[in-house]
């Protein structure tokens, strides 16, 4: 019997996040979510190397590659219609938790225990907290990818993520802010100090 929750986890690149704006160039959760797991690895890694903690930088990767995957079900909701209110956040959180159970029906029994606990990591634990802030941090890069395209659709969108990612009071999201972020403002040359041909 085929099981389908890696076709499903493939679909992942059709479906397009930030619907409601006007993007220079499209993106999808698929490479949203490597992102993600990218920003959350060095989130681990700074917090873990600089800061003295403790935790699972494996998890984080985990939990950030499948924190879109029920949205292969749901679409992606845009952040304004998702935040609303509390009914339909709470609704929204509800049906993001059945997409999660569906997907894990997909799997063979072997599998799936070792997968429910990234499908649906523990929201607790500091390693989801710092997927949430590289999910914002993943965010806030792409709002300074389309201004420096030119695109002012997301300046609102920017102000507001940034004040979000540094109100967090975590060292490490501040560390990665103030040593990582300022080279995605630059060109590729200005990246390689200069090609020369």
């Given amino acids: ?15 397009k996040r930030w619907s409601l704006m006007r993007s220079v160039r499209e993106e999808n959760i ?3 979510s490597q992102q993600v797991a ?10 873990n190397k600089v800061y003295g903690g403790s935790v699972d930088a494996e998890k984080c990767v985990m939990y950030a590659t499948y924190h879109e995957c029920s949205e292969v079900m ?12 509390n009914s339909i956040h709470g609704a929204y959180k509800e049906l993001e ?8 029906e997909m799997l063979p029994e072997e599998l799936k225990g070792e997968l429910t606990c990234y499908v649906k990591p523990d ?18 890069v792409k709002c300074l990818e ?5 695109n002012t659709e997301f300046e609102k969108a920017k102000k507001s993520i940034e004040s979000d990612v540094r109100s967090r009071n975590m060292p490490e999201v501040n560390y990665f802010m103030d040593n990582f ?11 390689e100090g200069g090609i020369t041909d």
Avoid: W
């Fill in 1 to 15: 019997m085929p099981y389908n929750f890696y076709a499903f986890m493939d679909r992942m690149k059709y479906i």
């Fill in 30 to 32: 698929m490479e949203h």
């Fill in 38 to 47: 990218v920003f959350a690895h060095a989130l681990a890694l700074i917090k």
């Fill in 74 to 85: 749901t679409g992606d909701l845009p952040t304004p219609i998702k935040y609303f209110n």
């Fill in 97 to 104: 938790n059945k997409a999660c159970d569906k997907l894990l």
């Fill in 123 to 140: 929201t607790d634990s500091e390693e989801y907290k710092i997927v949430k802030a590289a999910d914002r941090l993943a965010a806030y």
């Fill in 146 to 150: 389309e201004h420096r395209c030119g």
């Fill in 181 to 191: 972020i300022q080279p995605f403002y630059l060109t590729l040359d200005e990246l």
